[in-house]
């Protein structure tokens, strides 16, 4: 575990971000055609296309293409990657099982969670941070408009 999570905090390094950019190349998932509304908070289909390269490249290892996170990786880890179909968070400023908001994920993102196999995403882009906060968003049906628990997860940071 040890060995591990040393390999985990250590930031990518470029060719190791290469390495991962091939596997994007034929980035599975859905493509997007329409806008979709999280509360609020309409999501372009170019801002979904691009979250979810980003996800599939640096994320689905752990938290798995389809958000299970029935990895391997994730079955080495404990605590284990977020199953982003459930969309129950930990770090958050929401109350209770609450949506958090977009600025509670994406700084979930961009500093990851010490101590656990979440890396901090800090070399991505802001458009790219929110792009694959709006991408993770489709893991769930409870941020979609019209969810009662889709309010406090719609707002930009
Ligand atoms: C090496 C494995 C790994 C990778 C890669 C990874 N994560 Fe995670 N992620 C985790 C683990 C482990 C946790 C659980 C942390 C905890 O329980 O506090 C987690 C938790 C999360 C959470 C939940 C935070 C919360 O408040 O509950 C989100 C959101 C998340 N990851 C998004 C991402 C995104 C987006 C990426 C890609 C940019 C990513 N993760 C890449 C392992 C990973």
């Not at 997007?32 to 509304?37: G, I, K, L």
């Not at 099982?97 to 800090?122: E, F, S, Y």
Request: contains cysteine; glycine residues 8%.
């Amino acid at each position: 575990m040890k060995r591990f999570r040393r390999l985990l905090f250590r930031a990518p390094t470029a060719s190791a971000l290469v390495a991962l950019g091939g596997v994007a190349a034929c980035s599975p998932g859905p493509a997007f055609t329409e806008p979709v509304t999280f509360g609020t908070r309409v999501v372009q289909p170019h801002t979904l296309e691009e979250g979810r390269d980003i996800y599939n490249r640096f994320c689905a290892n752990c938290h798995g293409l389809d958000g299970t996170a029935n990895t391997a990786a994730a079955r080495q880890m404990d605590p284990p990657p977020r199953d982003l179909t459930q969309a129950l968070f930990k770090h958050k400023t929401s109350p209770g099982n609450q949506l958090p908001t977009d600025a509670d994920l994406i700084r979930v993102i961009q500093h990851g969670v010490p101590g656990t196999g979440m890396a901090a995403w800090g070399h991505l882009a802001s458009t790219e941070l929110d792009a694959v906060t709006q991408y993770l968003k489709m893991f769930s049906p409870r941020w979609r408009a019209g969810s009662p628990a889709s309010e406090t997860g719609s707002k930009r940071p």
